[in-house]
C-alpha cells in the first residue's frame, strides 16, 4: 500500500505529516486529470488511505520525500502481511491452493493438499485446537 509506505517515509524523516504536506505544496503539484492544485486536505485523504493517489502525482510525492518512485512501491513486511492477511478473507480458489503447495509448502505438498482438501470440513472446535496445536508446536521448535 503506497500510502502506507509515504507515511513510514515521512516517519522515518522524522517529519510531521503537515511538514510534508507542506513541502509538498511547495512543488505545485498539480492534477492532470482534474488540473487541481494538491491541497492539504487532499493530502491528509492520500495519508490516511481514505483517498486513492493518483498516478501523476507519484513523481511530486518522491521528490518531496526524496526517494525515488520505485521506493514507494516497496513491498515491506508490514505490507506483505496486510496484503496477506487481505487475500485470505475470501476462499482460495483451486488454482491458489496448488500454488501454495507447489512454492511454498515444497516439504510434503501432498499431506497440505489434503489439509487444504478437508479444512472446510472441519468443526470450529477442530479448527480452534488444530490452531492450538500448530502453536505449540511452532513454538516448541517448528514441529520437529
Not at 488444530?130 to 505449540?136: A, G, R, S, V, Y
Request: glycine share 4%.
Amino acid at each position: 500500500m503506497v500510502y502506507e509506505n509515504i507515511n513510514r517515509l515521512i516517519e522515518e524523516k522524522g517529519w510531521t505529516k503537515r511538514e510534508f504536506a507542506q513541502r509538498l505544496m511547495s512543488l505545485d503539484a498539480t492534477s492532470k486529470r482534474t488540473g487541481e492544485r494538491l491541497g492539504e486536505k487532499a493530502i491528509y485523504a492520500y495519508l490516511n488511505g481514505r483517498s486513492a493517489i493518483h498516478v501523476d502525482l507519484v513523481p511530486a510525492i518522491a521528490e518531496a520525500l526524496q526517494v525515488s518512485e520505485q521506493h514507494l512501491f516497496e513491498m515491506t513486511p508490514k505490507i506483505r502481511q496486510r496484503l496477506l492477511s487481505d487475500l485470505l478473507q475470501t476462499p482460495l480458489t483451486e488454482e491458489e491452493k496448488e500454488l501454495i503447495c507447489k512454492t511454498c509448502l515444497k516439504e510434503s505438498p501432498n499431506t497440505y493438499q489434503q489439509v487444504f482438501e478437508l479444512l472446510p470440513y472441519a468443526s470450529e472446535t477442530v479448527l480452534r485446537r488444530f490452531i492450538e496445536t500448530l502453536t505449540k508446536l511452532k513454538e516448541v521448535g517448528k514441529g520437529f
